[in-house]
Nanobody, 115 residues
Framework: QVQLVESGGGLVQAGGSLRLSCAAS????????MAWYRQAPENQRDVVAT???????GYAGSVKGRFTISRDSAKNTVYLQMNSLKPEDTAVYYC?????????WGKGTLVTVSS
């Protein structure tokens, strides 16, 4: 079993920064990649950033240059540093783990960016 717990969301003004954390526990071996997704009201859940087991990162075009995904393997934690936030970044942000071909999800953390 895998448990993912997100934290760090909140209310921030446009142009501000937040750092999200995702703490993984349980079976954390054989991870293919971890990712952050987000879902705004009435929208589908979209990938924001990914980091593979080897450390390769990828970003959605809308956040490239503003968001940075990183990890602390010793703490089994993945981070999402979000800078220059925009109102359109408002969403629930979900942590995702792909392990052994299966996807695991956290419950999400709400990020609200005011204009």
């Amino acid at each position: 079993q895998v448990q993912l717990v997100e934290s760090g969301g909140g209310l921030v003004q446009a142009g501000g920064s937040l750092r999200l954390s995702c703490a993984a526990s349980g079976s954390t071996s054989s991870i293919n990649y971890m990712a952050w997704y987000r879902q705004a009201p009435e929208n589908q859940r979209d990938v924001v950033a990914t980091i593979t087991y080897g450390g390769t990162t990828g970003y959605a075009g809308s956040v490239k240059g503003r968001f940075t995904i990183s990890r602390d393997s010793a703490k089994n934690t993945v981070y999402l540093q979000m800078n220059s936030l925009k109102p359109e970044d408002t969403a629930v942000y979900y942590c995702n783990m792909n392990r052994g071909g299966l996807n695991y999800w956290g419950k999400g953390t709400l990020v609200t960016v005011s204009s």
